[in-house]
């Protein structure tokens, strides 16, 4: 490295060497105290860790950058970097982490979740259509932060959602987080990622990372810009992909950005003056958009604006256009006369950062479109996450038009796979992405989009990373080696990500070789049901787990087995009301039958109890107070002919739910 006698590397050196320096922690299988049951960081580790992203070394604090002279540079190193911390970069930085990578997530904010933060509050939906699909709510990771969320804050507050995932990252041993700091280069060599440049103003830190597989989740394709990946932008034509839904000729046209407010009922007189700048707004601009008391307290998801424009550069214009059309509306509510019910009404919020819908998207080894979305083609063979949102289109022109309706969504007869060749980079070997800028023609995304669909392609490229890295290859070659590929959706499986119509068939998973018995059972809901590989039902069914009525005793499952078996790992997955819907939202109508508290059918207090081939029963786990659907359990490995989960109480249902219980040795 060329450097001058001040120590400052000068730009063209920047990216052409790393100095390999991290700090991480190894990640080991223990149990643990929450969900899912992994080892977390102590405080003190997490103090610890702040070294590696802030050093307070004198040499390492004098590198600096040629022409930045207050900018210190810090060099990490990594298996996997993710961009972006919305619920895309945040389920993939911690699906990789769980799986045994070193992971380093860059964050150009100050917080985590995207537009599901507080700086916009959308609430997630995805494959359950707001409950339109029940049945279908995605399960993982992104299950077990709403399940954490509703537990934990029923008082739906936003910041509190940003504290959740900011937890979840500095407590997880395997990640590195770095905020308010955003990729700004990268260093391709032969087709790869070798490393990417990020910069922190607010710390004044330039981090250079070298990383052996990096995921763009940025939603705006930042990084697969620097590394000069193929990017698709606005409508394809319907030639394309033979799409009846697309255009006849491609457009740079994209979904607009939209600003929420929130407001209350204060009880007493509030007044309103609206900027100079807001809109005049008047019946005839509200044509197909109604602004009833009903949703005042969370503003219009159709304050849309942008579409026309480009949606990265014109960020600033887009802001104030949202912002003159969210006080024009709320002049007209309180000033107009027409709502004299909205004199004790005020906002008392308003958001500063557009929610974003679209702009880049990257090109993979396979475009997701239309025909894949509705079941017209064949299933993929690579299918890793699912999809189930209806193709929602919205017009470019957003608020401008009145005379257009905001919107125009088509159902889908199911909810559909996403395959892992739409999550990794055509021209970029080592290159994953992950959320909006995932490889889909523009109609496909009008699906895709929204956020638990992103979060649970998160989760699929996060764990197909931490493969590659443990096997040495990249995405592409994983794909093409069917053990692997195979290997990797047993494994999204087994950390609960769903995938439509795949069996669970995990050969170390010795409960396979088990028989079940009960307590009891409901009809249908046999415990034969936790070894069948699925680990849903829909609406009423009692398919694919064990239900049984809670004694004054509770309940219980036993797996026996005939030729005892060395166990030292057991695994339960436990239902948590699938069919109605979970998510943060600020709209009281949206907040309809949803529980900001444990679900009620989940199992609150158990125990597991192993019987030794001598007939000594063991205790290898208690458990009290648990909400979540996963739980994971290590002990010391012991010989077992049998195992029993003893249901002690629920959150509140009179039967004992159990839809899935794996034994590791």
Sequence with gaps: ?????????????????????????????????????????????????????????????????????????????????VAGGGPAGVCAALAAARNGAKVVLVQDRSRLGGNSSSEVKMHIVGANMHNGRPGWREGGIIEELRLDDAANNPQRSWELWDLLLYDKLVSEPNVTLILDTAVCAADVEDGRIERVLARCDKSEHVYRIKCRYAADCTGDSRLAIEAGA???????????????????????ETLGSSVLFTARDYGRPMPYKAPAWARKIGPEQLKHRGIGKKAWEYGYWWIEWGGGRDTVRDNERIRFELLSIVTGVWDYIKNSGDYPESATWAMDWVGMMPGKRESRRIEGDHVLRQNDLMGFNPEFDDAVAIGGWGLDEHPATGFDDPEVPPYLSIRLAEVYNIPLRSLYGKDVANLFMAGRNASCSHVAFTSTRVMATCAVMGQAAGTAA????????????????????KELRQTLLRDDQTIKNLRADDPADVARQATATASAAEEGGGPANVLD???????????????????????????TWDDPKTIKH????????????????????????????????????????VETPKGDRVEVARVEANHQRLRRHDFAPVQASRIRLEVLATNGSETARVYEIRAYG
């Design 1 to 81: 490295m060329k450097s001058d006698r001040d120590g400052r590397v000068g730009r063209r050196e920047f990216l052409a060497t790393a100095a390999g320096a991290s700090a991480y922690s190894l990640f080991v299988f223990a149990d643990g105290a929450r969900a899912g049951d992994r080892p977390e960081r102590t405080p003190e580790q997490i103090r610890g860790a702040f070294e590696s992203i802030a050093p307070v070394d004198p040499e390492a604090v004098k590198k600096r950058f040629e022409g930045e002279p207050h900018m210190t540079l810090v060099d990490l190193e990594c298996d996997l970097l």
């Design 230 to 252: 193929t990017i698709r932008w606005g409508h394809e034509g319907r030639d394309e992909f033979g799409e009846s839904l697309a255009p006849p000729e491609p457009t740079m």
């Design 466 to 485: 931490a493969l590659c890295a443990r096997h040495d290859l990249t995405p592409r070659q994983l794909y093409r080696d069917k053990p692997k590929l």
């Design 533 to 559: 590989g699925f680990v849903r039902d829909a609406p009423g069914a009692l398919e694919h787990r064990w239900s049984a009525p809670m004694s004054p005793d509770g309940a219980w499952i036993e797996l």
């Design 570 to 609: 057991v695994q339960i997955t436990f239902d948590t009301g699938f069919h109605r819907q979970l998510t943060l939202t600020s709209q009281d109508s949206a907040n309809v039958g949803i529980i900001r508290a444990p679900q009620p059918e989940t199992v609150r207090d158990y125990r597991l109890v």
